[in-house]
């Protein structure tokens, strides 16, 4: 079981150049889990690439279908006094936080692409290439 952040969802239901790499993390560990708070900044992330043309409304409802199907009963809320913690003793955002928070409550990595987080918390979380190639 491993934490997902929000860019890896995307990247694997969205296509992009790290798609075949997230692909292959889903082949390495499917046990994807994540805070409630994915499916908005998924969203955003969708609209992003309906406003440029990349994908159309119908289209962006099936790619959302699909993940929120891939993550029904893999989400979590995170404990609120944590997150404050946790943004408190690093840079990153609450919802970088509510990321860490959920992979320290169940004690497994966070997978993110995410620079910051990855600076913020290196023994918490990894790159997808770090836990492919272990």
């Known amino acids: 079981m ?37 499916k908005s900044k998924f969203r955003n992330v969708v609209i992003l690439y309906m406003r440029k043309k990349l994908i159309d409304l119908p289209e962006a409802l099936q790619i959302s279908e699909k993940a929120e199907n ?7 809320h995170v404990n609120s006094v944590q997150v404050y913690d946790l943004a408190d003793k690093s840079n990153c955002s609450s919802y970088d936080c ?20 990855l600076r913020s918390f290196p023994g918490r979380c990894a790159k997808p290439s770090d836990v492919l190639n272990s």
């Open 98 to 117: 509510e990321l860490i928070s959920l992979a320290e409550e169940l004690d497994i990595k966070l997978i993110t692409m995410d620079k910051q987080i």
């Open 70 to 76: 891939q993550m029904k009963e893999r989400e979590f």
């Open 2 to 38: 491993i934490v997902v952040d929000t860019n890896i969802l995307a990247h694997f239901w969205l296509p992009s150049d790290h798609t075949e790499l997230c692909e292959q993390l889903f082949q390495w560990d499917s046990d994807w889990v994540a805070p409630v708070l994915w």
